[in-house]
């Protein structure tokens, strides 16, 4: 069966303390990694589709990698805005969409 | 803006009782889904539609009927509530091919 993991379940950091956020994956076939960011209350936002091994995208503070078992989330020197939680799906051959559980970042000033 | 509306925001129903929850996409999206979301668990995939015309069942689909009314709108009735649905609820479209999804606001149900 499909199975999405994300690590960890919360992390609190300091402003600037770069990290990354980890999602594993087990599906028949990938055929897209996604990445969203959810405000409290609101509904996921999308921010990334990562489609093969190797590769990587960014936006602003984060950047997202993508292995044949493992997507991470990197942040870097991270602002209290970017606090939220972080979920990531992986849809396999199938067309079937799972979800990991998140992560709940916290940022400190 | 263009994207995603649900309504209502919030409800609280007895046990037994029925209501449909309503979605609005007008990005043109031939796909749409209902999701539930539960602290410590991942987004569910309750129903789902590829078109207009056609739904399929997801993960968690019992208790729950849908109607794709037109392209733009997907219903979601829950015929007789009990207290686990007590869930927040959200609609989402994408347009065909792999693409992220465009999420509603959500729905906040309790079910006493």
């Known amino acids: 069966e499909d199975q999405v993991t994300q690590s960890p379940e919360a992390l609190r950091l300091q402003e600037g303390e770069s990290s990354s956020l980890n999602c594993s994956y087990t599906?028949?076939?990938?055929?897209?990694l996604f990445w969203y960011r959810q405000d409290p209350g609101k509904g996921p936002e999308f921010l990334f589709t990562?489609?093969?091994a190797g590769e990587e995208k960014e936006k602003e503070r984060l950047k997202a990698t993508l292995t044949k078992k493992e997507s991470f989330l990197h942040i870097t020197a991270p602002k209290p805005e970017d606090s939220a939680t972080y979920l990531c799906?992986?849809?396999?051959?199938?067309?079937?969409?799972?979800f990991g559980a998140g992560t709940r970042l916290t940022v400190k000033p | 803006n263009a994207g995603v509306t649900q309504t209502p925001k919030f409800q609280v129903l007895k046990t037994g009782q029925s209501m449909t929850l309503q979605c609005a996409q007008d990005?043109?999206?031939?796909?749409m889904y209902w999701y539930r979301q539960d602290p410590g668990m991942g987004l569910r995939l309750i129903y789902y539609?590829?078109?207009?015309?056609?739904?399929d069942k997801g993960e968690v689909p019992n208790g729950y009927n849908v109607s794709r009314l037109n392209k733009r709108e997907f219903s979601l009735r829950l015929e007789s509530a009990a207290p686990s649905q007590t869930s927040v609820y959200f609609c989402?479209?994408?347009?065909?091919?792999?693409?992220?999804?465009?999420f509603g606001s959500g729905t906040r149900l309790t079910v006493v």
């Open positions: 989402a479209s994408s347009p065909e091919g792999i693409y992220g999804y465009t």
């Open positions: 599906v028949s076939g990938l055929r897209g």
């Open positions: 990562l489609y093969s």
């Open positions: 799906a992986a849809e396999d051959n199938n067309n079937d969409m799972r």
């Open positions: 990005m043109n999206h031939n796909s």
């Open positions: 539609s590829a078109s207009e015309g056609t739904t």
